[in-house]
């Protein structure tokens, strides 16, 4: 068998592609909170942490009962709806000047990702 065609072997949440970047830019948003305004605190920045986390978290949560289709494929339903809810709060970001047009521009190409993968994901769940 050609290694190059060799699927990777998942065994747990861990090990999805989605999760890992998911997980990667959800603690990449917290360090850039760090940098909000202090009003922000109870506002924006709680808002973007608690969305960008959603996303990996569902993921997880949706593994540990993935016996049950439509439960599983609901919470990546979920994790998407937080990928847009994240994005929403990134523009927020950048139109109150928290974030640069450049910074935003790699974000949101980073959660449109996140959405890709999890889309592709929810239609072929069987076969990861």
Known sequence: MNEDKV???VRTYRDLNVY?????????LFELAKRFPKEETYSLTDQ????????????????????????????????????????V??????DCAYLDTRGHKDLLERYNEVGAMLN???KNWQTF
């Open 7 to 9: 699927k990777n072997i």
């Open 20 to 28: 890992q970047l998911s997980y990667t830019l959800a603690m990449k």
């Open 48 to 87: 973007v942490r608690r969305a960008s986390r959603s996303i990996p978290v569902n993921i997880a949560e949706g593994w540990t009962k993935r016996k049950y289709e439509n439960v599983f494929i609901r919470h990546l339903i979920d994790s998407n709806g937080s990928c847009e809810e994240t994005k």
């Open 89 to 94: 709060w990134l523009d927020f970001a950048r």
């Open 120 to 122: 592709s994901l929810i």
